[in-house]
């Protein structure tokens, strides 16, 4: 992640909407990609505070009216909803106690993950835009509170009954259980599952690893998936999941899995990866940005043993730092041999996406 200025030059965070210093208003530009004052302007109502781009702005209508978003929209556009908030289909009743506050906490985590796209290039989109699924999320609220699957694709069988929401993805659609965005209860489904680590942004990164499963691999690509992953056809998933939670993970886990849940089912062991990937980009990007480790910037193109010795030596820096503070383990992922296949696996597909649709990252510093 980068570090943003305002006008004033005081630094400011991706999810700011207002300067602590100079209280001018703030604002994320899509085009030139930062986080901006937003200038009264006569003509477009609002401009684009970054010198080097200007261009007239509106905010997403979720910014102006629901204050859950940060993100603007380019004046000439028709759009109502910015690049992030467009692909909502189901936002949670705003009627009921505090779960705006967690639609919130919903949205800043979706714009979290989705910064790590752009950093890669990754194309997402609508069917109007020739997407094949097209995204869409759907944050819902169960009618009654019960342990929910972690991370999990969904079927329509899954979700027989009104008082089931489960997080998972099917055909484009990722839906999350917005119980999620209650602290608490993330952390007591942490410690039912066993899990090191859970997280709303790390929910983002499962759920839309299905989505490029779906997008890149299916009936594309599935050949070299299975020799890297194993078949997702057989066992079948269902069956794969009842084992996983009759039996659990196999003893030998962590020499070939970048975790337990990974162990389930192939498509699991891509989402769990994929999301690893997620997570050292973000974190080696965010050094750069921030001054730390070794002042290299971070490429999609980067050597993988590189990137991922990179991330192991910041991690041991972090996690000792969490451990003198009495906190847990940021950084708690397995990279032993047979995850570098998958891994590379997963840069030479994203890599090769980027390269066949022209898109250029945001690892370049466009400020």
Not at 328 to 352: A, C
Request: with cysteine; glycine share 8%.
């Amino acid at each position: 992640m980068r570090q943003f200025h305002c006008q004033c030059n005081e630094v400011v965070f991706y999810d700011n909407t207002q300067c602590v210093s100079c209280s001018r208003e703030l604002g994320y530009c899509p085009t030139c990609r930062n986080v901006v004052s937003l200038i009264g302007d006569d003509k477009s109502g609002l401009r684009c505070g970054n010198p080097s781009c200007g261009v007239g702005l509106r905010k997403c209508y979720n910014y102006r009216v629901e204050g859950v978003c940060n993100w603007c929209v380019p004046a000439e556009s028709d759009e109502k909803f910015c690049e992030c908030c467009r692909f909502n289909s189901v936002i949670p009743d705003l009627a009921k106690g505090d779960n705006r506050i967690k639609w919130l906490r919903l949205e800043k985590a979706k714009r979290r993950a989705f910064y790590d796209l752009d950093v890669l290039g990754l194309p997402r989109g609508t069917a109007e835009e020739g997407f094949d699924p097209p995204l869409s999320f759907e944050f819902k609220e169960p009618t009654t509170v019960q342990a929910i699957e972690p991370g999990s694709v969904t079927t329509s069988a899954l979700l027989d009954g009104e008082d089931v929401v489960m997080t998972g993805h099917l055909n484009g659609v990722i839906t999350i259980n917005i119980h999620e965005a209650d602290p608490v209860e993330r952390e007591r489904l942490r410690v039912h599952f066993g899990e090191r680590n859970r997280s709303l942004v790390g929910h983002f990164r499962h759920e839309l690893a299905h989505y490029y499963w779906d997008l890149l691999v299916r009936g594309k690509d599935e050949d070299n998936f299975a020799a890297v992953f194993g078949s997702h056809l057989e066992p079948p998933y269902h069956a794969s999941i009842e084992r996983y939670y009759r039996e659990g993970p196999p003893p030998d886990w962590r020499q070939r899995y970048t975790s337990a849940y990974a162990s389930m089912h192939p498509w699991e062991d891509f989402a769990e990866t994929f999301m690893t990937y997620l997570e050292v980009v973000s974190v080696l990007d965010t050094a750069y940005h921030m001054r730390l480790g070794d002042g290299k910037a971070f490429s999609p193109e980067m050597d993988l043993d590189q990137m991922v010795g990179r991330f192991i030596r910041l991690g041991t820096v972090l996690n000792e730092i969490n451990r003198g503070m009495g906190l847990k383990d940021l950084l708690v992922r397995s990279f032993e041999g047979p995850v570098f296949d998958k891994l590379r696996y997963i840069q030479q597909l994203i890599n090769t996406s980027r390269v066949e649709r022209q898109t250029v990252g945001l690892f370049e510093d466009l400020a």
